[in-house]
């Protein structure tokens, strides 16, 4: 979930190749409204921090966290760095820019081997 359409399509692309079904979203509001329709087909949110709307991805994490706590969470920014608190314990950081490989290595090292889709198990 980003909210520039060049990255969100991007982030799109990369997930996808990961062996991901993408559900996309330009703001936190849409991504809330979405999840009760596919959580429990849901085992990761990429949210950006900084989106439109009174949702930024932190606020997000924290929803998804305390609502639907089998999903993993990677939350990524340019601009803004976590401080304590902002995001939940079993969310994760990526610093933006970023490539598709610094994803999908980011990938493999913080998901649970049964939450990585067949493309992240092979060896690199």
């Given at each position: 979930m980003d909210d520039n359409a060049i990255i969100?399509?991007?982030?799109?692309?990369?997930?996808t190749n990961a062996g991901f079904r993408c559900y996309e979203a330009d703001?936190?509001?849409a991504a809330k409204a979405m999840l009760?329709?596919?959580a429990e087909n849901i085992t990761l949110l990429f949210s950006d921090v900084e989106?439109?709307?009174?949702?930024?991805g932190f606020a997000l994490a924290r929803h998804v966290a305390e609502v639907y706590p089998w999903i993993e969470i990677v939350i990524a920014s340019g601009q803004v760095k976590p401080t304590a608190g902002d995001m939940p314990e079993n969310a994760t950081f990526l610093s933006k820019?970023?490539?598709a490989q610094m994803v999908l290595d980011h990938l493999r090292e913080t998901l649970?081997?049964?939450k990585k889709p067949e493309p992240l198990t092979r060896a690199v």
């Open positions: 969100l399509m991007n982030l799109g692309d990369i997930l703001h936190g509001e009760p329709s596919h989106m439109p709307g009174d949702t930024d820019p970023f490539s649970p081997d049964g």
